[in-house]
């Protein structure tokens, strides 16, 4: 019989989120909305500091489209994003019938390349139009070279929107993901370092900021006894009994992220005998990584072996990996719009792989993961 499959990254739950689910159903707030939100909302607002300001919604995408809308991107805009990053990063600029313009990685943390940046700023104002906005992101959990990004945002005053959906939980000289841009989302998938089964959270630096994008993601209701719209709304906003979920898994996380990191460690002190293989991790102690999923380059000329190889042994034995992103300049939607940078990104998604990384993997999970990888380096 077939070992049991062991995820990338499946739900984990603390045992507390049946307690808030059942408080729902006992005060009948199974509808939109209700104290779970709210108590949710205070609950991301005390973990991440920084005075932020916490809307919760049906998704991270959902946040990063209300972002764009709050910073006033508009059809014919040109929005700068990074390339590196799952295709929810993008496709709001879409939405918004805006254009994305996509930026390289730089190879310390694999996120946007502060040197690409600035060069696609000054080209793009000198061939059309100064950018909107800059989506950068916080990829597998590592920050993204903070300093150096907003250094640059503010030397062409471009608002930054942070993509923190993989990044609850890490942190930059000390400060959490989440605070940096003057708008982030995050994201409680249930593949995350904690889900709300589906769900995110718009941050905002300002609790004007934040009841306007409520204010869109309850369909633009105006302040009247009956339903009046003069702007265009969504229907974005969390579920009662998804926060609750939330709720318990808040009680959860710094365990989630210790194991994670564990998880992390692990893999660093399995590899660092086998030559040709690099973990990614932290550049140096300014970066804290919650190591939402930890990743492993292959050189291929040194293993002799490849990252599309080492997936099909893993898959063989039940055991789930994954390619890094496909950088979103290499996506056939997004093809034809302007990328700058060099073969970075592109490089780490041919030579990149996600190894299991959930926080409940157990000691028989490490025992078939370590065997499986000895038998494919060790052949």
């Known amino acids: 019989m077939l070992n049991t499959k062991i995820c990338l990254s499946t739900p984990h739950m ?8 059942q408080e729902a159903f006992d005060t009948n707030w199974v509808a939109p909305l209700g104290p779970n939100v709210t108590g949710f909302e205070q609950d991301i607002e005390k973990y991440i500091g920084q005075n932020s300001f916490a809307g919760a919604l049906s998704s991270g995408t959902a946040a990063i489209h209300l972002g764009l809308v709050l910073l006033g991107v508009k059809a014919g805009d040109e929005v700068l994003c990074q390339s590196m990053t799952f295709s929810a990063s993008a496709n709001p600029i879409l939405y918004q019938g ?17 040197i690409a940046l600035e060069k696609a700023i000054v080209d793009r104002m000198a061939k059309s139009k100064k950018p909107k906005a800059i989506i950068t992101v916080h990829l597998y959990g590592m920050p993204y070279k903070v300093d150096e990004i907003h250094a640059v945002a503010e030397k062409y005053q471009i ?13 930059y000289k000390g400060r959490k993901c989440g605070t940096f841009g003057t708008i982030a989302s995050l994201s409680f998938n249930g593949n995350k370092v904690i889900t709300t ?22 369909q633009s209701r105006d302040i009247a006894p009956y339903y009046q719209h003069s702007e265009i709304g969504y229907n974005y ?11 318990g898994q808040m009680e959860v996380l710094d365990n989630h992220v210790e194991l994670r990191r564990n998880r992390n460690a692990w893999y660093n002190d399995f590899f660092k005998s086998i030559p040709g293989v690099t973990v990614f991790k932290e550049p140096n102690a300014d970066y804290f990584s919650n190591h939402w999923l930890t990743a492993i380059i292959i050189d291929s000329k040194i293993v002799g072996k490849t990252n599309e190889d080492l997936r099909l042994a ?10 890094l992103w496909k950088p979103m300049h290499l996506q056939p939607l997004f093809a034809n719009y302007p990328y700058y940078g060099t073969n970075v990104a592109e490089s780490l998604y041919k030579d990149g792989l996600c190894l299991p990384s959930g926080s409940n993997l157990v000691e028989e999970d490490d025992e078939r993961i370590a065997e499986a990888l000895h038998l494919f380096f060790d052949d």
């Open 314 to 323: 893993l898959e063989a034995v039940n055991i789930e990996s994954r390619p």
């Open 237 to 247: 906003r969390m579920s009662n009994i998804c926060a609750g979920i939330g709720r």
């Open 14 to 21: 603390g045992g507390n989120e049946q307690k808030y689910i």
């Open 159 to 171: 608002p930054v929107l942070e993509d923190s959906s993989e990044a609850l939980g890490s942190s």
């Open 98 to 114: 805006a254009f994305p313009v996509f930026i390289d990685s730089e190879i310390d943390t694999w996120n946007m390349c502060p």
């Open 197 to 218: 089964s589906c769900g995110g959270v718009i941050v905002t630096k300002t609790k004007e900021l934040r009841d306007k994008a409520v204010f869109f993601a309850t």
